[in-house]
């Protein structure tokens, strides 16, 4: 039997879903003969190099972007990616040359750049045969360290992606651009009865209109905030918060539910069945995440983004807005209205409807799996 490896960090939802999606796919295509193997890069590492990485991102996402919007920005100096990278390397390391050499996996698929120098490391120090593919989880304005490694192939997700790299000097033939990967969930249809039976599984009522706030598995900075917003608007609407991993932000909704008494809204931590509760919604508030969004947008629901992280996720509102499949509003003063238009403008809505089924938005989990399997 042939084992893959497939590496992924805890660094938001955005790595590790492409991973899981591509596993499902190739576990689905009956290909017995293969196991994949989903492996965090910090599982054996020490402690500090997990709160420091984890914890340092939740941190930085949900309280301080700018934090992360500063060290995004020096690590395109190349001289400081490759000490970040050393430095990353220096705690990633030995766990994964125990792992590796320990399991010597036939292929290995890296979905963060944080991995990538730690395993051609390893490779070469004890000459290994695995071919390594690195599947850029941005798929338009990328991190730096994705390329710091010379020689790597590369799936990515958009040819202005494609455009850039090879800007960079990285060779066409190590290039191959496939459309995003999600949960085969995201691109099932769902049918007006199957939808009916959601809400009221979940508790809606049959005929409402429902605004859905969520940021990813790390739920949604400035959340607290955004739902006081919503609430003191009392729009004709139900609204549900998604919170993720956030457990402050879970108390933070709980606290406002009992405190005015709402009884039109539904808090969740952190769920399995985002398909099911993207399909009934009307609107999504989000921030620019690259799985969040194409989620949305998947699922045929108009997202409003109330943040991004710089430049990281530029690229993705960019896409969005530009497009005209979604609206940007930062200001959350501005959202109440902004969705007040939205659920009572039918003329409005449809426009961003519209242009969602124009951009045909596809899933390329399939050609990713193919493309895997019979790499070499």
Sequence with gaps: MEKYLFLYLKTGGGHLAPAKAVAKKIKAGHNSNIEIELVDGLYESKKIAKKIIEDGYRTAVNKAAWTFEFLYLINKIKFISAITASLVTYFIKPGLKKYILGNKPEKIVLFHFFLIKPVFEIIEEYNLEIPVITVVTDPFTAHPLWFLQPGQNYIVFSELLKEKCIEKGIDDNKLKVFPFVLDSRFSTKISEK??????TSLGFAADSKIILIMGGGEGMPKGKKILKKIIKKNMDTEIAIVCGKNT???????????????????????????????????????????????????????????????????????????????????????????????????????????????????????????????FH
């Design 194 to 199: 199957k939808k009916v039976k959601i809400r």
């Design 248 to 374: 402050k932000l879970y108390s933070s909704a709980m606290k406002i539910r009992d405190k005015y008494g709402i009884k039109n809204l539904k808090i969740y931590g952190f769920i399995d069945f985002v398909p099911s509760l993207l399909s009934i919604s009307d609107i999504v508030i989000t921030k620019c995440g690259a799985s969040t969004s194409m989620e949305i947008l998947h699922m045929g629901k108009v997202p409003v983004i109330n943040n991004f992280i710089w430049e990281q996720e530029k690229g993705n509102m960019e896409f969005v807005c530009n497009s005209k499949m979604g609206i940007l509003e930062k200001n959350t003063n501005h959202l109440p209205d902004l969705l007040n238009s939205l659920l009572t403008d039918n003329e409005l809505y449809d426009s961003f409807i519209s242009n969602i089924k124009k951009a045909a938005v596809r899933n390329g989990v399939g050609q990713v799996s193919d493309y895997i399997l019979n």
